[in-house]
Nanobody, 120 residues
Framework: QVQLRESGGGSVQAGGSLRLSCKLS?????????LGWYRKNREGVAAIDTD???TYADSVKGRFTISKDNAQHTLTLEMNNLKPEDTAIYYC?????????????????WGRGTQVTVSS
């Protein structure tokens, strides 16, 4: 059974940083799945394809960085210069790489989410 488990959320002041992590486990062939992060209302934030290429929502470009560790089966989102409008529950997600389409991919696996709160 595929499982995605997020961690690393929290509360910070505007301008601060947070690092989200996602551990993948279960029957998912890690190297053939594309991964990403989305937040409330399924707003795509960042995504990474099987070849390591990345895409970002315009609202987070230059502030967020997505990366993955194939050996450790983990996905990371580094968030810098956070703004109050970044406040949301962030979800880690996965989709078969054949159906990858960037931040708005039709994710078919996701975790329970982790809360990020940014105060002004």
């Amino acid at each position: 059974q595929v499982q995605l488990r997020e961690s690393g959320g929290g509360s910070v002041q505007a301008g601060g940083s947070l690092r989200l992590s996602c551990k993948l486990s279960g029957g998912l062939t890690y190297t053939t799945y594309s991964l990403g992060w989305y937040r409330k209302n399924r707003e795509g934030v960042a995504a990474i394809d099987t070849d390591g290429s990345t895409t970002y929502a315009d609202s987070v470009k230059g502030r967020f960085t997505i990366s993955k560790d194939n050996a450790q089966h983990t996905l990371t989102l580094e968030m810098n210069n956070l703004k109050p409008e970044d406040t949301a529950i962030y979800y880690c997600a996965a989709v078969d790489g054949r159906y990858y389409s960037g931040v708005d991919s039709p994710w078919n696996f996701w975790g329970r989410g982790t809360q990020v709160t940014v105060s002004s």
